[in-house]
């Protein structure tokens, strides 16, 4: 079941005008929230989140986070998987085609809801490999837009290459992955770059940091060198779909020895323990028990 413009609907049944701005011109924005045991994970932050991309945009909240909770609550409840991966999709609406903004257009909101497949313990044992690109996207990369092409193009290197992730370099500093942050170690310091317009504020970021305060783990919010890249102890990824994965190769060649760290194996272990404690106490996103 899914949403469409104040309509619940099977996935089948929902179509959008060709006219729709984010059709034409990815005018758009969007969040992706993973839902535990029917608990959407930090939902305040996520709206947050959705709120500061919807600024960037110029483009009118159409829902209260109160009804933003209903609907949410609704779409998880009309969906079969206890685990799900959240889609919430909200474009400028249906207009004649021109660039500026149209008069008197509601926006259109769509949601969806898949069951959430976090990455295989194997993966998690063995890690995953990474290649590194230029990050040619545009200045406002903390802006969730729908207009996705340059990640797309950028992820598919990293299929090409039979790698799992592209991590993206600019002018000589480390931004984030095309579709995820990025964590180094070095020293036993966990680093990673500070919130800037170059990248996307990512949840399980903020989770990370969050973590490795509360349990005195060294960690600093710095610019990383591409050189600090490239000889770093470990390299880590996040996202909420990913959750933690350490990536254990670049470009072909291995990140330390070569197998997941010991950084890597406390934060998921901290990341897993903490995401069971917001199934069994509910928290912030706790919508109605
Ligand atoms: N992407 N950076 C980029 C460019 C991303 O697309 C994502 C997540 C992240 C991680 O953010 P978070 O921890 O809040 O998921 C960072 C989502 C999962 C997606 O587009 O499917």
Request: aromatic content about 6%; glycine content about 8%; proline content about 6%.
């Amino acid at each position: 079941m899914i949403y469409l413009n104040g309509k619940f609907m099977p996935i089948e049944e929902a179509y959008v005008p060709v006219l729709d701005r984010g059709f034409i011109f990815g005018d758009g924005v969007y969040e992706v929230i993973p839902v535990y045991s029917r608990k959407p994970f930090r939902l305040k932050e996520h709206l947050a989140r959705l709120q500061h991309s919807l600024n960037g945009i110029r483009l009118n909240n159409p829902h209260t986070n109160e009804q933003w909770h209903t609907l949410i609550g609704q779409i998880i409840a009309g969906n079969a998987a206890d685990d799900q991966y959240l889609y919430l999709h909200i474009t400028r609406g249906v207009a004649k085609r021109d660039h500026a903004f149209p008069a008197g257009v509601s926006p259109t909101v769509f949601m969806m809801s898949n069951p959430l497949l976090v990455p295989p313990q194997e993966l998690l044992l063995t890690g995953v490999p990474a290649i590194t690109a230029s990050d040619n996207r545009w200045g406002r990369c903390d802006i969730k837009a729908i207009s996705l092409l340059p990640n797309v193009l950028l992820r598919q290197l990293a299929i090409d290459a039979g790698a799992m992730e592209t991590i993206l370099v600019r002018d000589g500093f480390l931004t984030e992955g095309a579709a995820s942050n990025i964590f180094i170690v070095k020293n036993n310091v966990l680093l990673t770059p500070p919130k800037s317009h170059l990248m996307l504020p990512g949840i399980t970021y903020d989770v990370v940091l969050e973590l490795a305060q509360a349990h005195a783990i060294p960690h600093e919010v710095r610019e990383i060198a591409e050189g600090e890249l490239r000889t770093a102890d470990e390299v880590l990824l996040t996202s909420s779909t990913r959750e933690v994965m350490p990536i254990v190769s670049l470009d072909g060649k291995a990140i330390g020895d070569g197998k997941p760290g010991a950084m890597f194996k406390q934060l998921n272990q901290l990341y897993q323990q903490y995401k069971a404690s917001t199934m069994r106490a509910g928290n912030s996103a706790v919508l109605s028990e």
